[in-house]
């Protein structure tokens, strides 16, 4: 593995960790803590919050009629996800453990949170839910797929690739057939679910 590589790759680890540093500050500012996977407010921070709050006849008064009229088409795409859901369930239950991949775990991609914000309406939360399903779904498909693809061909393409997973930067170099010879079974050992060895 290129050295330089491994620095960078160190370089941005460093910066996730300053970035969560900097996270926790922000909720330390807005005073909350998790309980049993719920968010609780500060009791003072939650009545200002809720004067916040845009009351759902106010919210469908004031919504622009684009909006109303494009939400069908937004929300049905929760069957294609509610799809995809269940094709990476069955899909790591199947293959992930016939090559001894450690599963991907979905509530580290699902997040529903936001529902405990006291400042969004009921419509608000149901669309912060929707979107936290998507972009969480997207993430875990992401991360299956990166796995999968460390698994089977971890080459970098020839062209550069827009926002690539974070698994990428170690796969081999395109056109280095020696590095993926000698390196696919260290890749793949990477991914073992370390519970069956």
């Known amino acids: 593995m290129n050295h330089r590589i491994d620095e960078l790759i160190a370089r941005m680890k460093g910066l996730e960790e300053e970035l969560e540093r900097e996270f926790l500050k922000k909720r330390e500012r807005f005073r909350f803590e998790v309980v049993d996977r ?11 919050q809720l004067r916040f709050r845009t009351g759902l006849v106010r919210y469908f008064v004031e919504a622009r009629l684009a909006n109303i009229l494009t939400a069908p088409l937004i929300y049905a795409g929760v069957l294609p996800m509610l799809l995809l859901d269940l094709f990476l369930f069955v899909y790591q239950g199947v293959c ?21 914000l006291p400042y969004l309406n009921l419509v608000e939360r149901i669309n912060c839910g929707y979107c936290s399903y998507g972009n969480g779904l997207a993430g875990l498909f992401r991360e299956v797929s990166a796995r999968t693809e460390q698994y089977w061909c971890p080459i970098k393409h020839a062209r550069r690739i827009v926002a690539a997973h974070e698994r990428y930067p170690r796969f081999f170099e395109y056109g280095d ?5 000698k390196g696919l079974e260290r890749l793949r050992a990477d991914l073992l679910d370390r519970g069956r060895v």
Do not use: C, H, N, T
């Open 38 to 48: 719920r968010i609780r407010f500060a009791e003072e921070v939650a009545r200002q």
């Open 96 to 116: 992930f453990p016939v090559y001894g991949i450690a599963k991907v775990r979905r509530g580290d991609y699902l997040v529903f949170d936001r529902q405990d």
């Open 177 to 181: 057939a020696d590095s993926y010879r």
